[in-house]
């Protein structure tokens, strides 16, 4: 048997004009909780998972990052399983991600925390990374 490749559901990401006024939806109107934050987006979490709604002010099409324990080692199981590397391995704060197609087409954001989770100040604020 295989071992599994994707390992959760980091977060679904959605496109906002301003990140106050998303805020002001999603955290003051539909009580999702604030835990990070920098220039151009906002994660806030949902009271009963783990998976995070991003808020981005720069990708207009939603996307779904799942969580994989190597993006390097998860390109080269996606093209050996038939599928497609769309953008090679690449850095990201928390560690390194690839985009992929499966065999139908269909975009898989993976992404891997080697780097670490986001450490916050008091107000949410990204100050760096927490080691696991």
Known sequence: MVEPLIQKVDCVRFY???LESGL???RDRL???LIWRTKRAIG???PDDETEIVLHTEQQ???IDLKV????????QIEEAGGKVVVPPF???IGRCVVVHDPWGNELVLLDFT???LETDAEGNVIGNKPL
Do not use: S, T
């Open 69 to 76: 324990a190597c993006a390097e080692e998860a390109a080269a």
């Open 44 to 46: 806030l979490r949902m």
């Open 61 to 63: 099409a939603p996307e």
């Open 16 to 18: 906002v004009a301003d």
């Open 24 to 26: 002001a939806f999603y």
């Open 115 to 117: 780097k670490g989770l």
């Open 91 to 93: 850095d990201i704060q």
């Open 31 to 33: 009580g999702l909780e």
